[in-house]
């Protein structure tokens, strides 16, 4: 059966929708104002676009999960020129989307209607990407591959030397998810520099929440910064030891 796609008015805002699949609140776009995050998750993801390069500065951005695509848009605000390109499995989604919420006219947005690891694999193999976002969820379910070291390593493999790669994990109380993410980017990359953000109470198990990941070749200092100073708040970010000691409970 197909997913109950609705598009909700935002209750703050007369300019706002929130996009629901089966009742579940999934994306939120103000198409008049699209630097305007409203998830927190989404919000640090903003943080990391903000400073994977300079202000300002177009980067290339591959996109694994479009749902309205407010990231997309948020890059396009405030990178303009910046090239883009969304991954969705949902093509009747894509097309209620797109027709409901335009994409920015003269902004080079493409997109893919296909299974994020088809479409990994089908990209120009010298294609390279600044950041890469994986937000890969159904019915408020992730695909089992989004832990795969295999299609994590995909993911990495399409960076640019400087670029990371994001995962959004909305997990339960104790944090399986967010382990098994964690763990399937370290074995992917045994190399690459990690990183989580998110609430104490959720990167501590204690609560169920979001979390993001960073992980890449060498995570500039300023994306680390910024989401330590840039809220939403509470927020912690742990690295190295600390990382481990939550996840794994190492040290």
């Not at 080079?108 to 390279?128: E, H, Q, W």
């Not at 295999?150 to 399986?176: E, S, Y």
């Amino acid at each position: 059966m197909s997913p109950r796609i609705e598009f909700e008015r935002d209750v703050f805002s007369s300019r706002g929708w929130t996009l629901l699949v089966d009742g579940a609140a999934q994306s939120h776009v103000d198409a008049e104002q699209p630097t305007r995050l409203f998830f927190e998750y989404v919000r640090r993801i903003g943080n990391v676009i903000d400073a994977v390069a300079d202000p300002g500065a177009p980067i290339a951005a591959l996109h694994l999960g479009g749902g309205a695509m407010s990231l997309a848009r948020y890059v396009a605000a405030t990178r303009p020129d910046s090239n883009q390109v969304v991954v969705d499995a949902d093509a009747r989604l894509v097309s209620l989307v797109t027709e409901r919420l335009p994409l920015p006219a003269g902004e080079r947005i493409s997109i893919m209607v296909a299974d994020a690891r088809d479409a990994l694999a089908r990209l120009d193999p010298d294609l390279r990407f600044d950041l890469v976002i994986v937000d890969l969820y159904a019915r408020l379910e992730a695909p089992a591959f989004v832990d795969d070291p295999t299609f994590l390593g995909a993911c990495l493999g399409r960076l640019a030397p400087n670029g990371v790669v994001v995962v959004n994990v909305a997990d339960a109380a104790g944090g399986p998810r967010l382990a098994a993410q964690a763990r399937g980017l370290a074995r992917a990359d045994p190399a690459a520099d990690l990183l989580v953000a998110g609430p104490p109470a959720v990167l501590a198990g204690a609560e169920e929440g979001n979390a993001v990941i960073v992980a890449g070749p060498a995570i500039p200092a300023r994306v680390v910064e910024r989401l330590r100073e840039a809220g939403p708040f509470p927020v912690e970010v742990l690295q190295g030891a600390r990382l481990d000691a939550v996840l794994w409970g190492a040290c």
